[in-house]
């Protein structure tokens, strides 16, 4: 069990520019969840798969953000056109089917940090 | 609906005083809540959950945290603190939704 993986961790990019993470769940979990997080603020939900289907998105995934899971295992989320607004650390998580709900843990990687200048 | 709100962005403490991290929750079903911990530029890590069973929950590092429906509570406590658990500290809960709701974090100072 090598845990959650995210990559990179580090990102500057310029704004308008699009940039890309990956993050690797651990190997048997097929629920795989996006948040994002701000300074001062807690972790906030962007969308979740379940295997490779997208299951729910929240409101803050604007049309500039696309995340997908081809095949069911590693995922990644794509910003496009970013906007200094965007400057956050990306949150990668994932756990066995059912969520937390079913009383499964979720686990999180390290993070991705994006600065857009 | 399901929300969070922790007392206190800032705590502070001296090493081998009693720590005190407040945690109040709405939810429209019975929740169930987590306690994460997050270090300096990591991510976020377990520290224990509760999910119907016992109110007092046992987590690491010699946590605990006591679900009291009355009160819609889930206080974090460790008797004696140690340098070494200075951190943010989430509180997360789970209630109609698939997804964990996070508070806005605190942090705690430890002195010598």
């Known amino acids: 069990d090598t845990g959650v993986s995210q990559d990179p961790r580090h990102k500057i990019t310029k704004r308008g520019q699009n940039v890309t993470f990956r993050c690797d769940p651990i190997?048997?979990?097929?629920?795989l969840y996006w948040y994002r997080q701000t300074l001062g603020q807690g972790p906030e939900f962007l969308t979740y798969?379940?295997?490779?289907?997208?299951?729910?998105k929240s409101r803050l995934l604007s049309d500039r953000f696309s995340a997908e899971r081809p095949k069911g295992s590693f995922s990644t989320l794509e910003i496009q056109r970013t906007e200094q607004g965007d400057s956050a650390m990306y949150l990668c998580?994932?756990?066995?089917?059912?969520?937390?709900?079913?009383?499964?843990?979720?686990?999180f990687g390290e993070g991705s940090w994006l600065t857009v200048v | 609906a399901q929300s969070v709100t922790q007392l206190g962005s800032h705590v502070s403490v001296s090493e081998g005083a009693l720590v005190l991290l407040r945690c109040n929750y709405s939810?429209?079903?019975?929740?169930?809540l987590f306690w994460y911990v997050q270090y300096p530029n990591q991510g976020l890590q377990l520290l224990l959950k509760?999910?119907?069973?016992?109110?007092l929950v046992k987590g690491i590092n010699g946590f605990e945290a006591e679900f009291k429906k009355s009160e819609t509570s889930f206080h974090l406590t460790k008797p004696s603190a140690h340098m070494s658990d200075a951190a943010e500290y989430f509180c997360?809960?789970?209630?109609?939704?698939?997804?964990?709701?996070f508070g806005k974090g605190t942090m705690l100072l430890v002195s010598p």
């Open positions: 998580a994932s756990s066995l089917d059912g969520g937390s709900r079913s009383g499964n843990t979720i686990y």
């Open positions: 190997s048997e979990h097929n629920r």
């Open positions: 798969f379940q295997n490779e289907a997208q299951l729910e």
């Open positions: 939810s429209s079903v019975p929740p169930y």
């Open positions: 509760y999910t119907s069973a016992a109110t």
């Open positions: 997360a809960v789970i209630g109609g939704s698939s997804t964990l709701t």
